[in-house]
């Protein structure tokens, strides 16, 4: 009886130690190679994604309870835009997560419609000034990695997405630490035609943005579409296609009002937990009925196995 007793004890004990250890997620763990879309990829960047929007105990204590791997977290501030990012490292890879809009700031600098020229194009001038502000203190960080052979892995939503473009963009081709993939979600326009050519000829197969049906913020300028990277569309049933449908000038016009009037009652398709729970119902990615409307790279991730 006794015997029987610690028996039940022991099994209980094991699957006590068993539940806590698979409740780590693999934050890390990216495959150094790789640089054409990765759903695997794609579930640890929107995490990082969220992150961002967590204060910065927050966000040591999930990672300290949920991650598989040490990362070294640096909280990034600026307090004149209240642009906000986050910079993890460990031995191997780098993630820089930028916050998306968050603050009465935030939201003023996504009014700055207005293009700020630079060296790689014109720029959003509200996205633009929250970068310049954030990037001396980027600059800082990832200096110490031009010699060193990390992966840096790249995300954000909304205007953090924005901000993921910018920093892409203009980090020196020299460096050792390479762009391994820029994932983000719900991501703005970000520049004019310059600014997208530029950052499709140095990721042509890295940079991969989520949109959805119900999330019009990706076309908030009617009738433009100059974007970069290569747009996973999910359609209002969840099934996502590689590139999403050209609506034009009115129906682009129609959507983003239907959006609008969606968040003001509190059903907004743009919020990142929206994101999350598409990506968490897998579907392999389709092509479009229309072959039009399909970008050439597609070929390369269009009914790709979820692995």
Not at 96 to 103: M, N, Q, V
Request: charged share 25%; glycine share 8%; net charge neutral.
């Amino acid at each position: 009886m006794k015997t029987g007793y610690f028996a039940l004890l022991f099994i209980g004990f094991g699957i006590f130690l068993t539940s806590c250890t698979t409740t780590k997620t693999e934050f890390g763990g990216f495959d150094p190679v790789k640089r054409d879309y990765s759903y695997r990829h794609n579930l640890k960047m929107v995490k990082f994604a969220s992150l961002a929007y967590l204060e910065e105990a927050e966000v040591k204590s999930t990672l300290e309870k949920d991650a598989k791997e040490n990362w070294n977290v640096t909280f990034l501030d600026d307090s004149e835009t209240d642009a906000q990012a986050y910079f993890f490292a460990n031995d191997i890879e780098i993630v820089i997560a930028f916050r998306g809009t968050a603050s009465s700031s935030d939201a003023l600098a996504d009014l700055k419609f207005w293009k700020e020229s630079t060296p790689y194009g014109n720029i959003h001038a509200g996205f633009a000034s929250q970068y310049k502000n954030l990037m001396p203190l980027l600059n800082d960080l990832i200096k110490p990695y031009k010699t060193k052979h990390h992966r840096i892995w790249v995300t954000g939503h909304s205007l953090g997405g924005a901000l993921a473009a910018i920093f892409a963009v203009q980090v020196p081709a020299n460096f050792q630490a390479k762009i391994g993939g820029i994932y983000t979600y719900g991501q703005p326009e970000v520049g004019d035609q310059e600014f997208t050519e530029q950052l499709d000829a140095r990721f042509p197969d890295a940079y991969f943005r989520m949109t959805s049906e119900r999330d019009k913020v990706s076309d908030i300028v009617p009738g433009t579409n100059n974007h970069a990277g290569i747009e996973i569309f999910y359609n209002a049933e969840g099934q996502p296609f590689c590139g999403g449908p050209k609506l034009g000038f009115w129906g682009t016009t129609k959507d983003v009002l239907s959006t609008a009037v969606r968040i003001v009652k509190g059903d907004s398709g743009h919020f990142l937990s929206v994101y999350e729970k598409l990506l968490n119902e897998p579907k392999n990615i389709k092509a479009q009925e229309n072959p039009l409307k399909v970008q050439s790279r597609c070929r390369f991730i269009v009914e790709k196995e979820l692995a």
